[in-house]
């Protein structure tokens, strides 16, 4: 029992450090990063290239991600890493979010800006573990470098990306610089709410004795059986309150908890507030920054 509730101790005092403010207002209207949905079949798994090297022409374009695969099920670690790129010239890198974390990212594109070569990397902050590879963009062939071009648009370039033309004849593709940004600033109102956290005793209660312990061994916080008990810092009048009650609870039950948490929302109420957004891609600076 000591050690039950040591183990839930240590887990709930990271949720405490990981909470950060949740009583400060936030806006209603959150900006979709991803607004196409699932992630594209065709993305490049890291852990396959790592340490190695990939080839593309100027004005490729290509996307990545880290899937760890296990027997049976796989875990996205994309966005346990914060991804660089050496060199922006060479390479650019655009990332995409995820649609309900805005700031994790859910996959990465690389773009051949021009001839050379830069590492990817990816840094894992608490650990300092780090996965790479490298990108070596090929320049033109005989053909193409004595060829006198002629030039058409194969993709517009917008003040998110940059765009590529492409000879007509030899077919050398090329970088179209991105476009500036056209800012707007107004005043609009927003509806808030002022928001708390609840959270859940996830623990397996299952009666069938082989079915618990099943559960309990495998660690699977997704049974369907489960005590559901909320303890929320509104009701509470903290965060660590609530984690505390909910340890309390925990260890009366002898229940094998995992932190498990939503946000909760109230007091509705009108704002009028400034906002800067770019006319085009309709993304903040903040936001656009991401790109």
Request: hydrophobic share 30%.
């Amino acid at each position: 029992m000591k050690n039950a509730k040591k183990i839930v101790t240590l887990v709930l005092t990271a949720a405490i450090a990981l909470s950060g403010a949740l009583t400060s207002p936030i806006t209603a209207d959150a900006v979709v990063f991803n607004p196409d949905g699932p992630k594209s079949p065709n993305l490049q798994n890291i852990y396959d290239i790592e340490n190695t090297t990939v080839t593309m022409k100027v004005g490729d374009t290509k996307g990545f991600e880290l899937m760890q695969h296990y027997d049976g099920y796989s875990i996205d670690k994309t966005d346990a890493f914060d991804w660089t790129t050496s060199d922006e010239t060479i390479v650019s890198m655009t990332k995409t979010y995820r649609p309900t974390s805005p700031n994790k990212v859910f996959f990465f594109t690389l773009r051949a800006e021009k001839t050379g070569t830069a590492t990817i990397t990816g840094t894992n902050a608490p650990t300092g573990n780090t996965v790479s590879f490298t990108v070596t963009v090929k320049g033109a062939s005989a053909k193409q470098k004595s060829c006198k071009h002629s030039w058409k648009t194969t993709k517009k370039a917008t003040c998110l990306r940059s765009g590529v033309k492409t000879c007509k004849k030899c077919k050398l593709t090329k970088t179209i610089a991105k476009k500036q940004h056209k800012w707007d600033t107004y005043d609009t109102t927003v509806t808030k709410y002022d928001e708390y956290e609840i959270f859940m005793c996830n623990a397996c209660v299952c009666e069938d004795p082989e079915l618990h312990e099943y559960h309990v061994r495998v660690n699977d916080f997704g049974c369907e059986n489960w005590c559901g008990m909320e303890f929320s810092s509104r009701d509470y009048g903290s965060v660590e309150a609530a984690l505390e009650a909910l340890s309390n609870h925990a260890e009366e039950y002898n229940h094998l908890i995992s932190v498990c948490s939503r946000p909760g929302y109230e007091n509705p109420h009108k704002e009028t507030i400034t906002v800067t957004e770019c006319k085009n891609c309709l993304l903040t600076p903040e936001e656009a920054a991401k790109y």
